[in-house]
């Protein structure tokens, strides 16, 4: 039977986005929150103080917005669609700053600085944003996010799982990752066919440089590119550097060579990026 009870969270949202005359975009990933609960635990997960600098990313039609607008003054939203922003200014205080702006092309310098970022995050930018956020990281300072599982788990992925991987180890030497959550597809407007997780970062004390970065990417690159292999081979092959100047680099910090990259320590790509920097930042 069709569902046609005005009522039901589902059906509030389609009528709002018909009002709007917005469609759902699968390219962006757009899925709304209808479990008003959800919204109200993700806000408190955050622990944001309340004199913080909170953003928001992609808030659609408010389902954090409304809450969090009640709770911060320095509250800024940066939405994308139009017919939302303008949506959201008609029933917003006047004091909550409306960025119509793609996120991945905002420079968050722009928005200030020790920056509290909270987000339903679109399912096809995920990955984008949480990249964003590492290589912003001078003006983040704590996030919280929910996103698809899969992406939540592979962020905060330890040594030895299947998950383990380049974004883990970028990511985790910049933020200390945590895991929150877990949310069914049945939570969202649309349906979606995976469950969705809360991510919660927050900056570390101590993080690279962007030099550091630049050569811990590289290593990244050239190690998990063949996750398999064991480092002195990866290395070899992806630094284009002969054997036993990789061997004498591995050694200076304790390691073999037949290590395989998806059982080393986060911190042990920042250790092999620093002894390879003489080489790999020509």
Do not use: W
Request: with cysteine.
């Amino acid at each position: 039977m069709r569902e046609n009870n005005r009522d039901n969270p589902s059906s509030q949202i389609r009528s709002k986005l018909e009002e709007l005359a917005v469609r759902p975009s699968k390219k962006r990933g757009q899925n709304f929150l209808v479990n008003a609960t959800i919204a109200e635990n993700i806000i408190s997960a955050a622990h944001f103080p309340i004199v913080s600098k909170v953003i928001e990313i992609g808030p659609g039609l408010g389902a954090l917005t409304h809450k969090l607008a009640a709770k911060y003054r320095d509250f800024s939203i940066v939405e994308i669609e139009e017919q939302f922003c303008n949506n959201l200014q008609r029933v917003l205080p006047s004091s909550v700053t409306i960025i119509q702006s793609d996120i991945l092309k905002l420079d968050l310098k722009s928005v200030g600085t020790d920056l509290h970022i909270i987000s339903n995050l679109p399912y096809s930018i995920s990955t984008e944003v949480l990249l964003k956020l590492v290589f912003e990281r001078e003006v983040v300072q704590k996030a919280v996010v929910l996103l698809q599982r899969e992406f939540a788990e592979r962020f905060a992925a330890k040594p030895g799982s299947k998950q383990y991987g380049s974004l883990s180890v970028l990511g985790q030497l910049v933020f200390k990752a945590e895991l929150g959550a877990i949310y069914q597809g049945g939570s969202f407007y649309p349906t979606t066919e995976v469950e969705s997780r809360v991510l919660l970062l927050e900056k570390k004390a101590v993080i690279p440089s962007p030099e550091e970065i630049a050569n811990i990417e590289k290593i990244l690159r050239a190690t998990f590119g063949q996750r398999r292999k064991q480092i002195v081979g990866s290395l070899m092959h992806g630094l284009k550097l002969k054997r036993d100047v990789v061997m004498q680099s591995l050694l200076t910090i304790g390691l073999r060579g037949a290590e395989r990259p998806e059982d080393l320590e986060v911190e042990k790509f920042s250790l092999i990026a620093k002894s390879f920097a003489g080489v790999i930042s020509k």
